[in-house]
C-alpha cells in the first residue's frame, strides 16, 4: 500500500512529502482500528470523534463577509477576539475587521472549535478570504 501511495502521490510533483503521505495513511488506518474496536465493545463515539479519528477534519471555514458596498473590496483585521483552540457558539464575535469606511464585526456561523486563524491582526482580508477554520 505505501507503494501505490507513494505512486500516486509522485504526480503531485516535489511540493509533497511523500513520506508524511504514507505516515498519514498509517495513523489513519491505526485509528481507524480504533474506533473498529471501540464499536465492537459497544462504545459509540461523538460524530465529531470518529471523523477525527478517520483522519478527516469537520474543520468548516469562515470567510470573511461582503462590507456592504461593491467597490469595498477589503478591509483589515483589527483584532481577533479568539483564539486557536477556543470553543465558540453561534453568534459569538470573533473578529473585528476595518476598512476606510466601516467597521466589520465578524460572528461565528455556527458552534464550534477555532482550528486556525488563517488571516492574523493587521493583515488584508478580501471578500470571500478564509478567515479561519
Known amino acids: ?10 504526480g503531485f510533483g516535489a511540493a509533497l512529502d511523500t513520506s508524511l503521505v504514507v505516515r498519514r495513511a498509517g495513523r489513519c488506518l491505526r485509528q481507524s482500528r480504533q474506533v473498529g474496536s471501540l464499536h465492537r465493545l459497544g462504545a459509540k463515539p461523538a460524530p465529531l470523534a ?5 483522519g478527516f477534519s469537520a474543520a468548516v471555514p469562515l470567510k470573511t463577509p461582503g462590507f456592504g458596498a461593491e467597490s469595498i ?7 481577533w477576539k479568539v483564539k486557536v483552540g477556543d470553543h465558540v457558539k453561534k453568534g459569538d464575535l470573533l473578529v473585528v475587521i476595518e476598512t476606510d469606511k466601516v467597521s466589520v464585526e465578524v460572528n461565528a456561523d455556527q458552534d464550534g472549535e477555532i482550528a486556525e486563524i488563517v488571516l ?3 493583515d488584508t482580508a478580501e ?7
Open 1 to 10: 500500500a505505501a507503494g501505490a501511495l507513494r505512486a500516486a502521490a509522485a
Open 50 to 54: 470518529l471523523a477525527r479519528a478517520r
Open 73 to 79: 473590496t477589503e478591509g483589515t483585521i483589527m483584532e
Open 120 to 122: 492574523n491582526a493587521d
Open 127 to 133: 471578500v470571500g478570504a478564509t478567515l479561519c477554520t
